[in-house]
């Protein structure tokens, strides 16, 4: 028996000692039950923690390209303008704006008294050297989206610019609403610094990134904009579903984004934590390449969508989450304009295919990524088309062998593929992202994403011609007409479009989920 | 034993680049063009060829490859594909938490193991042993993500003695070390229970016995001394097999560690990180396996390593 008291001893040791460093260790914010007690201590100093479920890739605001990096950025970088709740355009260091008729030149009047967390002033020549830095790096993703397409910028006076482009470009507005503003002494001194420790004019200030452990941001004192706010945040990915939703539970964690759909019944029955729902910019469809048989006939596609429950597919696939894709474009999208859904209908789907040649149906493939979401998705479009004869085989694949297979067609002729399950989302204030990577002529694989060889010369002069001005009512007359347009040729069964789930401790207030997906935390309190 | 040492030490250079060149071939045959992942799924063709000329993939693959060694052997592991960070910097907060991580659950399993091989031994076909091998075999069946979930919900949400993830101060390292050791803890249990009950049947036993050695000094002198070489065998292939392998542990409990770094990377295909990392971890296997060596004689000098 002498054994087990050694055994026991050494248990005995490392649980004082695990306990020891417990209490040495002066962050509040990762212990357990705590639930009531540690977070009560973080709430009393007015500190936050979120959990997110992927890691940080870049602080760098103009390099940027995932949402999660994108919503930390957001609370110490502000640009000219910026995005409210809904994902539409407000103004931000812009004090206001005008666009020229032409659409190609951009004149902002400037926030005044506004200084960056170094001490550097806000005006015409920091917002100079911002566009300059993005219009002259071609590594930058902000350079293609757009800012190649600046051919000046002009300071028009302390607090006064004006940039002009080569030619019209209509997301132009959300790029500047992208385009965070950079200490110009960061640019000028320390570009290497700005993707691991940004310096901006926002009400946080960074403090440290650990990378794929947490990043922490604090209170600026300095801010312009003034208001009341939580004193620190922590953000930490945790991609382990059963994880976050523990955190949050035990309260390690403070705000959780997203909450896994399977936990939201039991997270929503616990008092100290709600949860929020809020409809997304994410859709989700099945893209059928439209020039290849048999897809090519608008009647087999049309059968497709007859032939697909909707309200099944959000119930089966979502969890019952989010709204079913009555537009090309989901509802949160400017411009946005409701169609007639085509209704589930068997039998009408099955007249569609029969007069399409095709009564016994068909072999065709459907391909998606490996995630098990997806998986479940093209499970479901299987079960479904097989109502009207048609044999889905389902090729999953791994996303960059995915990407491979459909990028590396070089022409409609040399694609392989048939149905591509996924989903698209961009900004609620950028329909051109929306539309145009998607359904114009020029976006065919390995230029752009119009996975469905879609090819429609009305649509085509549908967006160049709302993408070449800036008058807002023609704007939108001309994408309504896009959206019956393009609803009504079917290069997509239709399915849904995401509602974006996450939880906060009761105490919590001031927590936002923009419809991009974007995590606003700026105005958060804990009480 | 040190000319040993030193030939070993030198004979990992060759190794080294053959895995490179290996590992180097084989990542960029897998399928999946980093170009478009970074340049993102609304990027036109010529926003993919503006970042594949920017990260150097437009190079022939050879030229790519000396590049690559010329870098390594000035201490440059290149800079990351999808944050731009240098890679030495993305290793040097995700190695040591890993190397730590490892150590700790090495410590658990061998302690653990090893009390309960020789406790079952010692107590064979008695209820002692049938707990301490019921107790290996849980630890060997339950799978990594289960046992580290089940630990989170009862002693981080349920009594809250520990963090439930994350990286903070050595509480954090408890759970994830005790679900990493497990499989190994298991594994060592049995080895030294069965390595043992073959030791203890072994002639000089009944002569230090018969001698009238005291019970301790035959079971943790002689016995236990003379089991270890097996044990120390397994321990040191487990022990490389976690530096790499603890993806499940890290990513249940949110641990910034190399095994996350990787997976992440590849989703990516972050190139100079898989490259770097794949390489990082075959030179530590290749150091585990020469202190394994080592540690033979140590155990028994009878071992004659240069011959």
Redo the contacts between chains.
């Keep these: 028996m ?3 008291k ?2 026991v001893f ?1 248990i005995l040791c ?2 004082l ?3 020891c ?2 209490k ?2 002066s ?1 509040a ?7 009531t ?2 977070s009560d201590t973080a709430s009393s100093k007015n500190e936050l923690v979120i ?1 997110v479920n992927e ?1 940080f ?2 602080m ?1 605001p103009h ?1 940027t ?1 995932d949402t999660n990096s994108s919503s930390v950025q957001e609370t110490m970088l502000e640009g000219l303008l910026g995005f409210d709740a809904d994902g539409q355009i407000m103004k931000v260091l812009a004090d206001d704006y005008s666009i020229s008729e032409d659409a190609l030149e951009y004149t902002f009047k400037l926030q005044e008294g506004v200084t960056f967390h170094d001490g550097e002033q806000f005006n015409a020549e920091a917002v100079k050297a911002n566009i300059e830095r993005i219009m002259n790096d ?2 930058l ?1 902000l ?2 989206r757009g800012f190649s397409l600046i051919s000046k910028v002009e300071i028009l006076g302390d607090y006064e610019i004006k940039v002009t482009l080569k030619e019209p470009y209509g997301p132009m507005i959300t790029r500047f609403g992208v385009a965070k503003m950079i200490s110009p002494k960061m640019i000028k001194e320390n570009l290497a610094d700005i ?2 420790q940004p310096v901006g004019t926002g009400p946080y200030k960074f403090v440290e990134w ?5 990043l922490t941001i604090e209170n600026f004192d300095g801010y312009w904009g003034g208001g009341d706010r939580v004193s620190k945040i922590t953000y ?5 579903n ?2 976050r939703v ?2 949050l ?2 309260g ?1 964690a403070q705000v959780i984004y997203p909450v896994p759909a399977q936990n939201i019944d039991e997270l929503s029955n616990n008092k100290d934590v709600e949860i929020n729902k809020v409809p997304s910019t994410i859709a989700h469809y099945v893209s059928l390449n439209t020039y290849k048989k048999p897809l090519d006939d608008i009647k087999v596609r049309q059968a497709f969508n007859y032939a697909v429950d909707k309200e099944a597919y959000l119930k089966v696939v979502n969890a019952g989450l989010g709204l079913p894709l009555d537009s090309i474009i989901p509802s949160k999208t400017v411009y946005y304009k409701q169609q007639k859904m085509y209704e589930h209908n068997i039998e009408k789907a099955k007249e569609l295919l029969t007069e399409a040649g095709y009564p016994n149906g068909f072999d065709i493939e459907i391909w998606g990524n490996t995630n098990s979401d997806t998986m479940k998705g093209m499970q479901f479009i299987q079960q479904q088309l097989s109502q009207i004869g048609v044999k889905v085989e389902i090729k999953s694949m ?4 995915l ?3 459909i ?1 590396g067609a070089q022409t409609p002729d040399d694609a392989k593929l048939q149905m591509w399950y996924v989903s ?1 989302s ?1 900004y609620a204030s950028d329909i051109t ?1 929306a539309t145009k ?1 998607l359904f114009h002529s020029v ?1 065919f694989p ?4 119009n996975t469905a060889y879609y090819q429609n010369p009305e649509a085509d002069q549908l967006m160049d011609e709302a993408n070449s001005i800036s008058d807002v009512d023609r704007q939108a007359e001309l994408y309504e007409k896009l959206q019956e347009i393009v609803y009504q040729d079917t290069p997509w069964i239709f399915l849904g479009v995401d509602e974006v789930v996450y939880g906060v401790r009761s105490n919590v207030s001031g927590v936002l989920v923009n419809p991009t997906g974007g995590l606003d935390v700026k105005n958060a309190k804990v009480e | 034993m040190w000319k040993y040492t030193a030939k070993r030490i030198v004979e990992m250079i060759p190794i080294l680049i053959v895995i490179s060149i290996l590992t180097f071939l084989f990542i960029h045959l ?4 980093p170009a ?13 060829e ?2 594949r000329h ?1 990260l150097g993939l437009d190079k022939p693959i050879l030229k790519q490859y000396v590049d690559y060694m010329k870098n390594l052997l000035t201490g440059e592991l290149g800079t990351s594909l ?4 240098p890679v030495i ?2 290793f040097k ?2 190695f040591m ?1 890993s190397l730590h991580l490892t150590f700790l659950s090495m410590f658990w399993a061998t ?2 193991g090893l ?1 309960i091989g ?2 079952s031994a010692i107590n064979k076909n008695k209820w002692p042993d049938y707990f301490g091998m019921v107790t290996a075999v849980s630890g060997i069946s339950i799978p990594g ?1 289960w046992l580290g ?1 089940l630990l ?2 009862l ?18 390292y ?1 759970l994830p070390s005790l679900t990493l050791g497990a499989g190994i803890m298991s594994m060592i249990a049995r080895f030294t229970r069965s390595s043992m009950l073959e030791t203890l049947q072994a002639d000089f036993i009944r002569t230090g016995r018969a001698k009238g050695l005291k019970e ?1 000094s035959v079971i943790v002198t002689h016995a236990l001394r003379n089991s270890l070489i097996s044990v120390v065998t397994v321990a040191g292939l487990q022990f490389g097999f976690l530096l790499g392998g603890s993806v499940v542990v890290e ?4 641990f ?2 190399m095994g ?2 990787l997976i ?1 990377s590849i ?1 990516f ?1 972050d190139y100079p990180v898989i490259q770097s990392a794949l390489l990082l971890f075959a030179f530590e296997f290749i150091v585990v396996n020469l202190i394994v060596d080592v540690l033979y004689t140590v155990l028994n000098p009878k071992i004659q390593l240069d011959s």
């Design positions: 002498n054994y087990v050694k055994l050494v490392t649980l000692l695990a306990a460093a417990e040495d260790n962050n914010s990762n212990t357990g039950e705590k639930s007690t540690e959990a890691n890739i870049s760098d390099n390209g071609e590594s993703r350079y293609s993707p691991k650990v990378q794929g452990d947490h930490k990915p945790v991609p382990e059963g994880s523990a955190m539970k035990a390690d791994e996303e960059g062998t990407s491979d297979e990028y698209w961009a992202n990577p976006s390995p230029n752009g994403a | 897998i399928p999946g063009d478009r992942l970074v340049a993102g799924k609304d990027a036109t063709l010529e926003d993919v503006n970042v920017e999808t944050t731009g960070l910097d993305m907060t995700r938490p302690l653990i009390m020789v406790f993500f979930l989170i919900q002693f981080s949400v349920q009594l809250g003695l520990f963090p439930t993830g994350g990286l903070d101060g050595f509480s954090s408890i301790h990513t249940v409990f949110s910034p560690g996350r770094l992440d989703a295909r």
